[in-house]
């Protein structure tokens, strides 16, 4: 009988998390409802984040949740190891949220960043492009509340949640090259838009 991996997350160096998810899913794809709960209690608060990002309605954030953890538990087996267990994660919940936004709640709802992403947002830009023009993190957090959802929704995978543009392509089912290109654009743009004062003109370019 496999063991079930005891340290929390926080104990694994960066690159053995991965390992230990690894070791939760095939647990969970045999039926193991501890190993269910210990991932559970992993992701849930990351992807809460990730939908209160897109909805403010709590119920239909908890209908999600629910939705995305039915959907591990039942699909745990078919994970075919091509992504990391976090990157299949977000990208079961990104499809939830396209079913939901098709078939339930065909609404538009405002993200709201609540800051988050822009404060890190504002510590990986370097000091030799943003430090001088950046001058306040409201003004960011403007100039981000008004692009394109899914140009938000970039901002909050790479800045907030921590993936690498190549786990960022398999969660938004994009190219890498178009995930790099694109946060290339976003820079350059988010640095024009602040020199002007965060008005944003004609809107960032789709």
Not at 7 to 22: A, E, G, I, Q, T
Request: aromatic share 10%.
């Amino acid at each position: 009988m496999e063991s079930k991996p005891k340290s929390k997350p926080k104990d694994y160096p960066n690159k053995d998390v991965h390992v230990y998810h690894l070791r939760l899913l095939t647990l969970i794809s045999k039926g193991d409802r501890e190993a269910f709960e210990l991932l559970y209690n992993e992701f849930h608060g990351r992807l809460y984040i990730y939908l209160k990002k897109r909805y403010q309605d709590e119920h239909i954030i908890h209908d999600i949740l629910q939705d995305i953890f039915i959907a591990i538990w039942r699909g745990a087996s078919g994970y075919s190891g091509k992504s990391s267990v976090a990157a299949w994660i977000f990208s079961i919940a990104r499809n939830k949220v396209t079913d939901v936004i098709r078939l339930k709640y065909k609404r538009n709802e405002e993200m709201n960043d609540g800051g988050a992403a822009i404060g890190m947002m504002t510590d990986s830009m370097s000091s030799t492009d943003f430090s001088e023009i950046v001058s306040t993190q409201l003004t960011l957090q403007n100039v981000v509340s008004k692009m394109p959802i899914d140009m938000q929704e970039l901002i909050s995978l790479v800045f907030v949640h921590g993936f690498s543009y190549k786990e960022v392509s398999e969660i938004m089912a994009i190219p890498e090259g178009t995930v790099k290109s694109r946060m290339y654009s976003l820079k350059k743009f988010v640095k024009k838009e602040i020199e002007i004062g965060g008005e944003l003109g004609d809107g960032y370019p789709m």
